[in-house]
């Protein structure tokens, strides 16, 4: 048993640390309050191998393996976890599909780009009458000659304003619950593809998040991911799986940026005479957390590192979005309390990570979700 990152591993640690200090932290005060993503981020990385850095390098990616993905999560979200998650969207949901059940064709067409950052992609499955039980999805595809026609209506999907291309949930069988569902390629400028309105967010403020109307949409029959109708929702099973791995390094990134500000801010804060970090209270509040950070940053890593042995992570999957989205919870709840009045005002950063990481327990499968497949995959 080795707990240790290989050299390589810290290497890419290091690189990516810089760049996100030196390239992206600058960028967030505006892109927070002007809600646009600052998009010459997708070439940039692209171009370093940053954006996927676990695809083959043939395929322009970097080569690595998930904890690299981790590794990258973690360092992107400790500096904005709104950039993070448009990010983490490019290199995972909306291109894991095509680089492991997609054509040539659509690896040259669709991958490709995004790896490089030239496409900006988007991940659409959530409807605005379906969310956690995704197989109730209401979009159709539906055959026409050498292309389909797609119908439905997409919400709260992230790069959705500003993607190039969309990957798309939609029903070709509607009387086969789940089975049904295949993916589609759906790109900017197809005729009847739309974004119909940009939200507004209590956090993440600077990902761009949408809604996206499909209204006698047609696209081309290769656009469909898979070589036969039906199966897209293992395909999304699938993908679901790897990011929430991922997500484990999104909560950690964020904890271990909000415990910084906290330790910070407790030296700093005098009360009754002493800096607030020597009261008892305090100390023990900075010592949960550290803890929790710890367990969290191992167990993601562990469960990375079994991906990439090839074992089936459903569970543990499940196991790492609940147990650090949860943990998460707390540790911002605390860190917050140890701010006092002054974590409340939107000059002091701890109020944004507060904001962002309450996300995390909904997104990509709530809490609850992820406790019926711990339970569903354990009470057998
Ligand atoms: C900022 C943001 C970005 C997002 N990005 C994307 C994206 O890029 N692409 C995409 O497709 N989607 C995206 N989503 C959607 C996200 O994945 C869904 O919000 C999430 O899956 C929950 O669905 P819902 O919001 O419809 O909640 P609901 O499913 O309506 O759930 C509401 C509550 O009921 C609970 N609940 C539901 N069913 C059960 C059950 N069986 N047992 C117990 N409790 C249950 C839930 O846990 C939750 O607490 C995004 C959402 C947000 C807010």
Not at 130 to 148: E, N
Not at 180 to 199: D, H, M, P, W, Y
Not at 353 to 368: A, K, M
Request: charged fraction near 25%.
């Amino acid at each position: 048993m080795d707990f240790e990152l290989t050299e390589e591993h810290r290497i890419f640690q290091d690189a990516i640390r810089d760049f996100t200090q030196k390239e992206i932290a600058p960028l967030v005060d505006e892109a927070e309050e002007t809600n646009v993503f600052p998009k010459q981020l997708f070439k940039k990385m692209g171009g370093l191998g940053f954006l996927c850095p676990r695809y083959p390098v043939e395929l322009g990616g970097g080569g690595g393996d998930k904890i690299m993905d981790c590794i990258m999560a973690e360092e992107l979200n400790k500096v904005n976890a709104g950039i993070a998650a448009s990010l983490m969207v490019q290199g995972g949901l909306s291109t894991q599909p095509i680089y492991r059940f997609g054509s040539e064709e659509q690896k040259q067409r669709f991958l490709i780009p995004a790896i490089k950052g030239e496409k900006i992609a988007a991940f659409a499955l959530t409807e605005p009458d379906s969310g956690s039980d995704a197989a109730s999805i209401k979009t159709r595809a539906t055959r026409d000659g050498d292309g389909y026609i797609i119908n439905g209506t997409k919400i709260f999907i992230t790069n959705g304003p500003i993607c190039d291309y969309a990957t798309v949930a939609a029903y070709t069988d509607p009387t086969k619950r789940g089975e049904g569902i295949n993916l589609f390629i759906v790109e900017k400028g197809a005729t009847g593809f739309s974004v119909s309105r940009k939200l507004d967010k209590v956090g993440n403020r600077s990902i761009e998040t949408g809604e996206l109307v499909f209204e006698d949409c047609r696209v081309p029959a290769k656009n469909m991911i898979g070589e036969k109708e039906g199966g897209g929702f293992d395909m999304i099973a699938d993908t679901l799986i790897s990011g929430r791995i991922t997500y484990g390094s999104r909560c950690t990134g964020t904890a271990q940026a909000a415990y910084d500000l906290t330790v910070q801010y407790a030296k700093e804060r005098i009360q009754f005479g002493r800096p607030i970090v020597k009261f008892q209270a305090t100390r023990f509040k900075l010592a949960e957390i550290a803890m929790n950070i710890d367990i969290m940053r191992t167990y993601t890593y562990r469960v990375a590192w079994m991906y990439d042995q090839g074992k089936n992570v459903r569970k543990e999957s499940s196991m790492v979005k609940l147990f650090t989205a949860e943990t998460l919870q707390k540790i911002l709840s605390d860190s917050m309390q140890i701010h006092g009045g002054y974590g409340y005002m939107m000059e002091y950063p701890i109020q944004r990570y507060w904001r962002d990481g309450r996300l995390f327990t909904i997104t990509e499968g709530t809490s609850e979700i992820q406790c019926l497949i711990i339970a569903n995959e354990t009470l057998r």
